[in-house]
T-cell receptor, first 118, second 114 residues
Framework: EAGVAQSPRYKIIEKRQSVAFWCNPISGHATLYWYQQILGQGPKLLIQFQNNGVVDDSQLPKDRFSAERLKGVDSTLKIQPAKLEDSAVYLC????????????????FGPGTRLTVL | GEDVEQSLFLSVREGDSSVINCTYTDSSSTYLYWYKQEPGAGLQLLTYIFSNMDMKQDQRLTVLLNKKDKHLSLRIADTQTGDSAIYFCAEAPLVGSGTYKYIFGTGTRLKVLA
């Protein structure tokens, strides 16, 4: 089974520029998450999709961050304009929903995109 | 609040046991998780415990849950150098939409000395 794919793996931009990240979840997974992980901290949820609808975006800085999940599969996260404090690793994860068993809400993580804002 | 707290660092000698502690906040979490993150990689689920359990053993891993104190611990027996990584605990309270919201701790960096 293929894992969660993310691209690019690394991105360096200057402040006030725009950047976009892409995520392809595990096939058939209904739930997709974007996390921001600042160096030395745990992942912080930015946005959670259930199919192509937003479940939780309470911690997404909506003045500069946006995300969409096309047709309930792939997702993109955009930052426009970027600030220095946006330097972090952006992790995408997906989970299945509705499967029997105790592990049905296990999240599977991609390798992340490391963003450096100069 | 939504703070899941962990100690930042732990150093042990190879072959010893490691114990990583976590304090969570939401007593409604059905499951509690331990994830491992190696350098440059995403998080990988190590183990989990159902909230009505006190203990779960999975090979070298033992998870203890104290619901009264909202305390979770992960014990790694016979710690190996390959166990060196950052370990995150996570709670997952059920939210109104019928899905789970994951809240991760700050992470504990485990260093295993040969």
């Amino acid at each position: 089974e293929a894992g969660v794919a993310q691209s690019p793996r690394y991105k360096i931009i200057e402040k006030r520029q725009s950047v976009a990240f892409w995520c392809n979840p595990i096939s058939g997974h209904a739930t997709l998450y974007w996390y921001q992980q600042i160096l030395g901290q745990g992942p912080k949820l930015l946005i959670q999709f259930q199919n192509n609808g937003v479940v939780d975006d309470s911690q997404l800085p909506k003045d500069r961050f946006s995300a969409e999940r096309l047709k309930g599969v792939d997702s993109t996260l955009k930052i426009q304009p970027a600030k220095l404090e946006d330097s972090a690793v952006y992790l995408c994860a997906s989970s299945a929903r509705g499967l029997a068993g105790l592990r049905y809400n296990e999240q599977f993580f991609g390798p992340g995109t490391r963003l450096t804002v100069l | 609040g939504e703070d899941v707290e962990q100690s930042l660092f732990l150093s042990v000698r190879e072959g010893d046991s490691s114990v990583i502690n976590c304090t969570y906040t939401d007593s409604s979490s059905t499951y509690l998780y331990w994830y491992k993150q190696e350098p440059g990689a995403g998080l990988q689920l190590l183990t989990y415990i159902f909230s009505n359990m006190d203990m779960k053993q999975d090979q070298r891993l033992t998870v203890l849950l104290n619901k009264k104190d909202k305390h979770l611990s992960l014990r790694i027996a016979d710690t190996q150098t390959g166990d060196s990584a950052i370990y995150f605990c996570a709670e997952a309270p059920l939210v109104g939409s019928g899905t789970y919201k994951y809240i991760f701790g700050t992470g504990t960096r485990l260093k295993v000395l040969a």
